[in-house]
């Protein structure tokens, strides 16, 4: 039992690519969420899923896209890569419900140059 | 959505109970208060959470003020791996269980 994957761990790119970043749960977790921390701050919500199909945004979704084509993997793209994307991003998931406590990855570290 | 406070950082004797407090005056009636840690460069790690009334795991306890305007993360042994920063939230109202992370406090148990 994994938890929650994620895949690549470090990435370096240079601004303007584009990258997919990939959260693997194998918790049969509804709900999944991508958060991003900067230096000194806590954690931000970019997006959420609460199931199979569905997305939605969060704290701070600009530029940045989502999806979930299946109820285990929620993928996170950077279409043009900004230097301001530079930052340790964390997925999560949790079952549906109220006052389900969420499980993270250990995160994947970005540096857009 | 309910605002907390907390300390930015604290010392802890290994050994010794650590009590973080945290402060949400604004929580409302069904709000819950969760605490989660996260340990240089890992993800964040859930502890506990409560609605009112007092609760204990194996990880730690959380005291609950009665007016819910405030509460206190009990570790009740400190370790060395205990170092990390506490982050007490109020979940967002909703079915989608999204968390607001604050700043957090910095707990440094000190050998």
């Known amino acids: 039992n994994a938890g929650v994957t994620q895949t690549p761990k470090f990435r370096v790119l240079k601004t303007g690519q584009s990258m997919t970043l990939l959260c693997a749960q194998d918790?049969?977790?509804?709900?999944m969420y991508w958060y991003r921390q900067d230096p000194g701050m806590g954690l931000r919500l970019i997006h959420y899923?609460?199931?199979?199909?569905?997305?939605a945004k969060g704290e701070v979704p600009d530029g940045y896209n989502v999806s979930r084509l299946k109820k285990q993997n929620f993928l996170l793209g950077l279409e043009s890569a900004a230097p301001s994307q530079t930052s340790v991003y964390f997925c999560?998931?949790?079952?549906?419900?109220?006052?389900?406590?969420?499980?993270f990855g250990d995160g994947t570290r970005l540096s857009i140059l | 959505d309910a605002k907390t406070t907390q300390p930015p950082s604290m010392d802890c004797a290994e050994g010794r109970a650590a009590n973080l407090p945290c402060n949400h005056s604004?929580?409302?009636?069904?709000?819950?208060v969760y605490w989660y840690r996260q340990i240089h460069s890992q993800g964040p790690q859930y502890i506990i959470h409560?609605?009112?009334n007092n609760e204990t795991n194996e990880m730690a306890s959380l005291i609950i003020t009665e007016d819910r305007k405030s509460s206190t993360l009990i570790l009740p042994h400190a370790t060395l791996r205990d170092t990390a920063v506490y982050y007490c939230i109020v979940r967002v109202r909703g079915a989608t269980n999204k968390l607001i992370f604050g700043t957090g406090t910095l707990l440094a148990v000190q050998p």
């Open positions: 999560a998931s949790s079952y549906q419900g109220a006052n389900q406590p969420q499980h």
């Open positions: 604004t929580i409302s009636g069904n709000e819950y």
């Open positions: 899923s609460v199931g199979e199909g569905t997305t």
């Open positions: 918790m049969n977790h509804e709900y």
């Open positions: 409560g609605l009112k």
